[in-house]
Nanobody, 126 residues
Framework: QVQLVESGGGLVQAGDSLRLSCALS????????MGWFRQAPGKEREFVAG????????LSEDSVKGRFTVSRDNVKNAVYLQMNSLKPEDTAVYYC???????????????????WGQGTQVTVSS
């Protein structure tokens, strides 16, 4: 059974950086397309970034382009989200997601992803 566990969240100041990690257990992560989503209080879950199985194809949501970078290490069975120049509006619970469509990286619809982690809180103070 596939399990996803996020880590790396925390409380930071505007302009700081964080690196989120997502460890997949139960299968090889190379079998999955991966995505990062976030959900702020009172808002819907929104797409942040996606990466295909090899890491050759990636997509980031417009508001994080140039600041956030998604990457993966199939040997370590993990996917990462490097977040730089954080802003208060980045405050949210961040989730990683996986799907057996190995080339699913462009979908911004949470319904397209089969497996989800429990989330990690990121809070950015001004």
């Amino acid at each position: 059974q596939v399990q996803l566990v996020e880590s790396g969240g925390g409380l930071v100041q505007a302009g700081d950086s964080l690196r989120l990690s997502c460890a997949l257990s139960g299968r090889s992560i190379s079998n999955y397309g991966m995505g990062w989503f976030r959900q702020a209080p009172g808002k819907e879950r929104e797409f942040v970034a996606g990466i295909n199985w090899s890491g050759a194809n990636r997509l980031s949501e417009d508001s994080v382009k140039g600041r956030f970078t998604v990457s993966r290490d199939n040997v370590k069975n993990a996917v990462y989200l490097q977040m730089n120049s954080l802003k208060p509006e980045d405050t949210a619970v961040y989730y990683c997601a996986a799907d057996r469509n190995r080339n699913l990286y462009q979908s911004m619809d949470p319904k397209d992803y089969e497996y989800w982690g429990q989330g990690t809180q990121v809070t950015v103070s001004s």
